[in-house]
Structures are given as C-alpha cells and as structure tokens.
C-alpha cells in the first residue's frame, strides 16, 4: 500500500466520525524543515486541520517514537507560521501546496482559525510513555496534538456503529418518563446554551452520526428563526422552538437524580438548534446563557433496533427543513437485500481453491470484525476461509465503485461521503421505481465492479509512468471512461465474465493500462484557471474533457453483451428474486410459534402500533392466531410477514423476521 493510499482511507475514517469534515484535502509539500500532507478547516467551530503521517509498511506494527511525533508536529508548525507569512508567494502557482499555503493564509488574514489542530497519521502505535499532549497557545491561537494510530483506527473499525463511543459529562434535571418494561427508556431534560455549546466545541459532528441531516448553515426560513430568536429573544428560545430528540446506549443518575453521564450521545433530531446556538455564540460573539433548549433523551435498550428506532424518530420528528427520502437509506431494503445475497451467494472456486467464498458485504463498520469477535477457534477458522478478508466491501466503496461506472468521476473525487449521498438519492430512487431491482444479478455485478475497481488500482500503482500522486483520481475517471466507451457503441460490459474468472480478463486489463495513463496525463495538466488538480477533478468540467479524448483502444467481442441480451438477463433475475420473494414469506409464516401470532394479535388489537390494520389484515391474523390458518397462501403470508416485521422494528418482543 502506497502512503497516499493509507493517508486517503484513514482520512476517510475520520471523516465517518467527525474528526475531519467532507472538505479535507489532500495536499503535499515537504521541504526545509515542512512537512505536511493535507489540511481541513470545520468552517462552523473554526478550526483549522493540518495533517501529516508517518508510514511504516512493516509487516508487524511499529513503535511511533515520542522523538518522531514532535518532529513531525514541529515540521507542521512551521509550515503553518510560514503560511502566516504569505509563504504561498514562493510556490509554484500550479502546484498543491500553493492552492493550500494560499487558502491556509487566507484564513489566517480574515481572523477565521480559533483553534489549530495537529494530525499526525500512522500505521504503526505510539510509544507506551506518551500519555498526553498538552495544548499550547501561541498569539491567542490554540494548538492541539493529535496521534491517529492503529489502536485509534481499531476502535473505530470494531465499533459496531458508524462511529466510535463517547461519553458527554453533564449535570441535567430529568423527569423520567416512562417505566422499565418498555424497550426504551425516556428522559425529559432541559439543557443550557452554555452548555450545548460546550459539547459540540468537545466532540463537533460525532454528535450526529445519526442525524439524516447536517447543519444548513442561516439560510431557510427555520434557521433564520432561530437567529433571531437567539439574538433578540433569547429567554423566550424554550417556547419557540422544538428542542432536541437525542438516544445513548446509557445514562448514569446522580444521588440527586441529574443525568450525569450520556454514553453515545447521539443527536438524531435538532441538529439544526445545536448548530444555531453555536454559530451565533461562536460566529456572532451572541451570549447563549439566557437559552434553554428541551431535550427528550431515549435510551435504546436493544441495540439491535437502533437503527430502527433511530430512522423513526428521524422520519416523523424532522419537519422543520424537507429531507429526502435517500436521507433513511441506513434502513433502506437494499442493505438487506445485499446482505442475503453476500451471504447465500458464493463465489467461484479459482486457481485450484477447493472452499467456496463469500463477498462479505459490511452494511455496517465493524460488523467483519464483529461476526467472528465470539467464534471459537475452528468456526473462526471456517468463518475466514469462507469470507476472506480480501473480500470485504463496505457501504462506502460499494459507493464509490457504482459511481465511477455510473460516469461520475468528478462526484468520487470529492470524497467519500459525498459519493455516499449520490449513491443513496440514486438507489433510493430506484426502489422506489421498481423494488425487484437489487437482484442476485445486481449483486454479482457490483462485486464484479469492486473487483474492476481494486485492479485499476494495482494497474495505476504499478504503472512506470505513475509518479505517485492522484492515484484515486485516476481510478475514478479511468473506469469512468471505460463506462462511457463501451455505452458510446451501444454495448454493455459482460460483468459475468469477471465474475466467472474472479479476474479481468487479459485483454481488458491492456485497455485499462493504456486508458489510465491518457487520463493521467489529462488531469494532471488541468486548463488556465485550474492550477489545484485535485480541486480541478471535482469540476464536472474535468469529466466532460475527459470524455472528448479519443484513446485509442480496441475491446474484445467477449468482453461485451449486446443490449437484448442483458435485458433477457435481468427480467429472468427479477421473475427469479420475485419466486424466492413468495416462497421464503409462506416459509416464513408457517415457521412462526403459535405464541408469536398470538402476541402479534393482542398487540395490534390493542393499538400498541402506529400502523392501523384494516379489517382483511386484522382477520388473518385473528384467524392464524387461533391455528385456523395451517398454510397460509401467497398473500396472506405476504401480509402477516409485513406485519411481523413491523411489529419487530416497533420492539415488540419477538424473534428477529
């Protein structure tokens, strides 16, 4: 793995729990005594990011030595005091460090940076002694030391969440809601300004991970609200506005009864209040003391509902500002349907392999780790053999590959979650035009596009002509372009021939060689008025250039489908994911305990649920409840499935659907 490489996935990571935001960029420059390799600037809590890396590449993990840290940190100071002092003026104007020594200095002029943080990356563990690094301020401007190592990256990649656990030190008056027989418990709290301010300045956007939102800045009708609100009525913010809905994995009481601990604070609606309140305190200089904002705080007892929980309390409590229908795709049927085919779907034996694999899809971060954490020793062995660790794909590269074959190279460049976001609108709006559309078929597909992806990656790293820089951006446009060509003749590409082989073809892989070293060539001399590459492929502009170059190369008849042949190929997949569909919901209902359709029955005959039955779906459960239906037919049982899920996602108590 190339430096790059590393510094591009751990950035990502960070940037999935709010420790970068989606504006990191990546840029090198080390001479004279600098170092540095990318910055990042939280526009909201201002502070700047600079980030530097120490790459080992050692088979067994490293030591980061105190005496290495600091001059790593050193090298980063004085790259940014040189940037203070108008160093981008010696730079070449086309190089990245300028784009970033100018933008760090501009910053610096208009009195923007509060705080600055120093990020150094690393691949190996920092030395046992170093305990803490302490802030210092210099010119009224804060200094933090940061060491990302492997046992920070682990923690992130074992949680079971999209982000790391926290903990927020509070001291709030509650009223305890409701009693311990429900599946959550809830608290009505009232939390201060002053207060709210301080723990987004400590922990910023891992708050809200959860949140299908992030802060619109003062620009609709609501935000604008609740400056005004803020600045001209700040006692009066209680009755105006809506509040906070948070959840935690936990909440300690004190012997006075406050909250005084909130494990996994996690904001999943009013994410707009507590960036209103910071920005005016922090942007404005307005005084918050006088604000008191609701909370309504639920502690989710069975994880495994929390994203359920979660996506309902996002769906019916956001009304303030619209959100679309991708923003709930965490919970969208497509992560499921990928997940029974990652799981039933094994992939063809190669090279002599007698065990058949699985493409182990990872809906969420950690869940490879977590599946084998309790397996002992040979069904951990089993486990390993049959997901390979070389086949892990996760939601966000699933992400960036589907857009980079969906010509979408300019979107991919600009990060990760960005990519993410496109992915979902366009996936969101598939199912919602045709829900057969993620068949077994789409899923060999999309792992054939991984396998596509990763060995574009091995061409561009191995390449003579590759110097080491913009490795991601050539990835990107180079299968983009490949996209484009063959739809260009009115073909499509055979995926199933990778699938078959594991591989890509020989002939392919020569196209591909050739293709990448014209794109390189193309996007590392951007036209006048795009001196930064990196912010040069982000531009639709680069994409269209792109597509205007005639590359020569010529695709094998074997590597293409004509266009009846792949429509064939996908009514069979559907007609085939519809009979499975059928058969697996009657399967479904007539394995079910005679005890669980009775609790299902009472529970809907009571009202418990927020979905109302009409009187067909009442009757069907009334009559299986009382064993009066032995085999249900095809619609009853698509019905009493629909039910049961639901009933399941609500917390009633009954085994998983």
């Not at 301010?197 to 935000?223: A, C, M, P, S, W």
């Not at 913009?470 to 073909?491: C, D, W």
């Not at 779906?617 to 009066?628: A, C, F, P, V, Y």
Request: some cysteine; charged content about 25%.
């Amino acid at each position: 793995m190339k430096p790059q490489s590393f510094f591009e996935l751990v950035c990502d990571d960070l940037v999935s729990v709010g420790d970068l935001t989606n504006d990191y960029t990546q840029a090198e420059y080390t001479k004279r005594g600098m170092e540095i390799h990318g910055y990042d600037f939280d526009i909201e809590r201002k502070i700047l990011t600079l980030l530097n890396h120490q790459f080992f590449q050692e088979d067994d993990i490293q030591t980061l030595t105190k005496n290495q840290i600091d001059t790593k940190f050193a090298r980063l100071r004085t790259f940014f005091s040189k940037c203070s002092e108008q160093f981008y003026s010696s730079l070449e104007e086309t190089s990245e460090a300028h784009s970033m020594a100018f933008n760090i200095y501009r910053l610096w002029d208009k009195k923007e940076i509060q705080k600055v943080r120093l990020m150094v990356l690393t691949d190996g563990k920092t030395t046992r002694n170093l305990t803490e690094l302490p802030s210092v301020t210099e010119n009224r401007i804060q200094f933090d030391f940061r060491v990302i190592d492997v046992e920070y990256l682990h923690k992130i990649y074992e949680s079971a969440s999209d982000t790391a656990h926290f903990d927020v030190e509070v001291d709030l008056p509650c009223l305890k809601v409701n009693d311990e027989n429900n599946s959550y418990q809830s608290y009505l709290t009232v939390i201060g300004g002053d207060e709210l301010v301080r723990i987004y300045e400590d922990h910023g956007q891992k708050l809200f991970e959860q949140n299908v939102r992030t802060f619109l800045q003062f620009r609709g009708n609501v935000n604008k609200g609740l400056r005004n609100t803020i600045e001209g009525k700040p006692e009066m913010f209680f009755a105006f506005n809506n509040g906070i809905t948070a959840t935690a994995a936990e909440v300690q009481l004190g012997k006075d009864g406050n909250i005084k601990k909130i494990k996994n604070f996690q904001i999943v609606n009013g994410g707009q209040t507590t960036s209103a309140i910071y920005a005016a305190n922090k942007n404005s200089n307005l005084p918050v003391s006088k604000i008191a904002v609701q909370m309504k705080l639920s502690v989710v007892k069975q994880q495994e509902h929390q994203d359920e929980f979660v996506s309902k309390v996002a769906e019916y409590a956001n009304t303030q500002n619209k959100i679309n229908n991708s923003d709930f795709f965490s919970n969208s049927p497509f992560h499921k349907d990928m997940k029974e085919y990652s799981s039933r779907v094994y992939a063809p034996a190669i090279g002599g392999i007698q065990r058949r694999t699985h493409w182990f899809y990872e809906r969420v971060r950690g869940e490879y780790l977590n599946s084998q954490a309790y397996l002992k020793p040979d069904p951990k062995k089993k486990f390993l053999l049959e997901n390979p660790k070389s086949q892990v794909v996760d939601k966000t590269l699933l992400a960036k590959t589907e857009n980079t074959w969906r010509q979408r190279p300019d979107l991919v460049s600009k990060g990760a979650q960005e990519s993410f976001k496109k992915f979902a609108d366009e996936i969101t709006a598939m199912l919602e035009k045709d829900s057969l559309a993620i068949t077994e078929s789409f899923f060999k597909d999309a792992m054939s596009r991984v396998i596509l992806f990763r060995n574009v990656e091995k061409i561009i790293t191995k390449a003579p002509w590759y110097d080491g820089g913009f490795r991601a951006q050539t990835v990107a446009y180079t299968i983009s372009y490949l996209s484009h060509l063959v739809e260009k003749i009115g073909r499509h590409l055979n995926f199933n021939l990778i699938w078959e082989n594991q591989a890509l073809p020989d002939s392919l892989i020569e196209c591909l060689k050739t293709i990448s070293e014209n794109v390189y060539d193309k996007i590392t001399h951007p036209p006048s008025g795009y001196a930064n590459v990196t912010q040069w492929t982000k531009n639709l502009g680069c994409w269209t250039n792109i597509k205007e170059m005639n590359i020569e190369v010529s695709l094998d008849s074997s590597l293409l489908m004509d266009v009846q042949e792949k429509k064939y190929a996908l009514k069979e997949s559907k007609q085939s994911k519809q009979l499975d569909s059928s058969i697996n919901k009657q399967v479904f209902a007539v394995t079910v305990k005679a005890e669980n359709w009775k609790k299902l029955f009472e529970y809907y005959k009571a009202y418990k649920s927020g979905l109302k039955l009409n009187t067909t779906q009442m009757e069907i459960l009334r009559k299986i409840s009382l064993g009066q239906i032995s085999v249900p037919s095809e619609k009853q049982s698509k019905i009493l499935y629909e039910l049961y899920t639901n009933a399941y996602n609500e917390g009633l108590d009954i085994l998983k659907p």
